[in-house]
């Protein structure tokens, strides 16, 4: 099955740009790269997904190198409401099954 | 804003008693997934389904675990007998059709406890 490594946490201060990056190797040539994030008591909740290059949206941008054995999560400008745990998402090559990664707890400090 | 809907939201049982769990998924959406979280280890894929049939369900012990899509809006999670090793929060996911994408919707999950 894909692996995916993800550090187990990070803290940051508001108004500051965060970088959360998961390593993943053996995933599905033709899949997206999703990443989500979850509070507490709630399911996760999807924020961005891309294939290659930069993705961005008005939340995040996504950053996929031309191997696609990594992707880096960045948040511009965190706020307090940040603080959650973010997971990447990826496919495994093999089954096509979709395989969340360790997580990333986000504490994100006034 | 269309959602995931689970029930029940908390379950407390006694080992050795049947579980169900039930989802009604985003109307339209053809995948379904159940994915099992626990702190030890994550969110863990249980069973998925497209276009109602079952794809693959090797993520659950088959003796005591069965998933199945009775109808469009309804998939359950059964297991039979409960295990304390069971407790966990259950959570049912959809996503829309299109190619590659991974775009899930969850539910809000299913806490289970089982004594």
């Known amino acids: 099955l894909a692996k995916t490594t993800q550090p187990i946490s990070m803290d940051s201060y508001e108004g500051q740009e965060v970088n959360i990056t998961c390593s993943h190797n053996?995933?599905?040539?033709?899949?997206?790269i999703t990443w989500y994030q979850q509070f507490p008591s709630q399911g996760p909740r999807f924020i961005i997904q891309?294939?290659?290059t930069k993705v961005t949206n008005e939340v995040a941008s996504l950053f996929i190198p031309a191997d696609r054995k990594s992707s880096t999560l960045s948040l511009p400008r965190v706020s307090l409401s940040d603080t959650a745990v973010y997971y990447c998402l990826v496919g495994d090559r093999g089954t096509d099954k979709l395989i969340f990664g360790t997580g990333t707890r986000l504490q994100v400090f006034p | 804003d269309a959602r995931v809907t689970q029930t029940p939201r908390h379950k407390v049982t006694e080992m050795g008693q049947e579980v169900t769990m039930r989802c009604q998924p985003i109307?339209?959406?053809?995948?379904v997934f159940w994915y099992r979280q626990t702190m030890m280890q994550g969110l863990e894929l249980l069973a998925y389904f497209r276009n109602r049939a079952p794809l693959d369900d090797s993520g659950m012990p088959k003796d005591r675990f069965s998933a199945e899509m009775p109808d469009a809006t309804l998939a359950t999670l059964k297991i039979q007998p409960s295990e304390p090793r069971d407790s966990a929060v259950y959570f049912c996911?959809?996503?829309?059709?299109?190619?590659?994408?991974?775009?899930?919707?969850f539910g809000a999950g299913s806490r289970l406890t089982v004594l």
């Open positions: 891309g294939y290659k």
């Open positions: 996911a959809s996503g829309s059709p299109g190619s590659w994408s991974n775009v899930l919707t």
């Open positions: 109307l339209g959406h053809n995948t």
């Open positions: 053996n995933i599905a040539t033709n899949d997206y």
